[in-house]
């Protein structure tokens, strides 16, 4: 457990600004890795980490190999970003929370298991369980930054509204359970087997079926926000978005399932939504719901509260 502490340093807000490209670039890989599926341009470059033996296969361009090229280049970026923010904090280790170091260890870790299950993705020919782990281990670099940064952002809390946080484990657990149902129904191909002939409906049906669940609790909290005023009021930002991705996460479903999938757009949508999500489910359950940024922040010094 971490024991609180203010810290004072001008190193913090560098890691925080790193820490922010990195969820930009998290929610990006996600994004393009379910348009490469989507595509069916997972085996577009038949190599890695080089595609066609080229860092950029001008020759063999086309959207499907573009589509994995700019994949890998994300995966790429957000590696360095990770890998830099580790070397930074390991340099600057006595003038920022001794936790920091530690805790991008473990995402410099998880980057390598990720980079390891894409070069799996490709010598196993697209396996349904090295996808879905691929997607996992994503979403799980993007809470953990995301957690990260929020950690870096508080001010010092007094109260944790430990209940607060708590209502938002069920529906990002539920989002996280439905994606990874989702992605086996792409890779497996159940949905159209389901769609065009009935058969193996069971991974579609179950995918459906946690949308139920998750509006029930999303629509739930933002009851409890409106009733706690105050606590609506400092989150209205967080808590409309939740609603509005909501809705039109259940419109592009509905959408993809009318058009039997064959719409692009739809499915990649719908990815997107869930990553945005997952991204702010997790913000709200690591931010201080009482938050209130300072106006004029110093450059030489940035207070942090680090939660226990």
């Known amino acids: 457990m971490i024991k609180r502490q203010i810290y004072q340093s001008r190193y913090l807000p560098i890691l925080q600004g790193l820490g922010n490209h990195t969820v930009l670039g998290l929610i990006a890989l ?7 599926r989507v595509m069916e341009a997972g085996l577009a470059c038949p190599d890695w980490p080089l595609c066609y033996g080229s860092f950029l296969p001008l020759k063999h361009m086309n959207l499907r190999v573009f589509l994995e090229w700019f994949h890998r280049l994300d995966a790429f970026i957000v590696g360095i970003l990770i890998l830099s923010k580790f070397i930074l904090s390991i ?6 929370p001794n936790w920091l170091p530690k805790t991008y260890s473990l995402l410099v870790f998880l ?12 010598i196993n020919l697209l396996n349904s369980y090295t996808v879905s782990g691929h997607l996992m281990i994503a979403f799980l670099l993007l809470i953990l930054t995301i957690s990260i940064n929020q950690n870096l952002e508080n001010n010092d809390i007094k109260e944790q509204f ?10 990002l657990s539920l989002t996280l359970i439905q994606s990874f ?3 086996r129904l792409s890779s497996t191909w159940s949905a159209h087997l389901c769609l065009s002939f009935n058969k193996q409906c069971l991974i579609l049906n179950t995918h459906k079926l946690f949308a139920f669940p998750i509006t029930f609790f999303i629509l739930s909290i933002i009851a409890i926000s409106i009733y706690n005023q105050t606590l ?26 009318k058009t039997h999938l064959n719409e692009p757009i739809f499915i ?9 999500l997952v991204a702010i489910l997790t913000t709200l359950i690591f931010r201080n719901p009482f938050f209130k940024k300072e106006p ?7 207070m942090v509260g680090i939660n226990p």
């Open 91 to 96: 340099i600057w280790s006595k003038e920022i």
């Open 162 to 171: 430990t209940w607060w946080k708590l209502l938002f484990f069920a529906p």
């Open 268 to 276: 990649i949508g719908h990815q997107l939504n869930a990553t945005l």
């Open 296 to 302: 004029n922040p110093s450059l030489n010094s940035h």
């Open 181 to 183: 149902i989702g992605v």
């Open 232 to 257: 609506f009021l400092k989150n209205w930002k967080y808590l409309s978005s939740l609603v509005f991705l909501l809705i039109s996460q259940i419109v592009l479903g509905v959408l993809s399932l």
């Open 111 to 122: 980057v390598l298991v990720q980079g390891s299950l894409g070069a799996l993705t490709v």
């Open 30 to 36: 996600i994004v393009i890795g379910g348009a490469t």
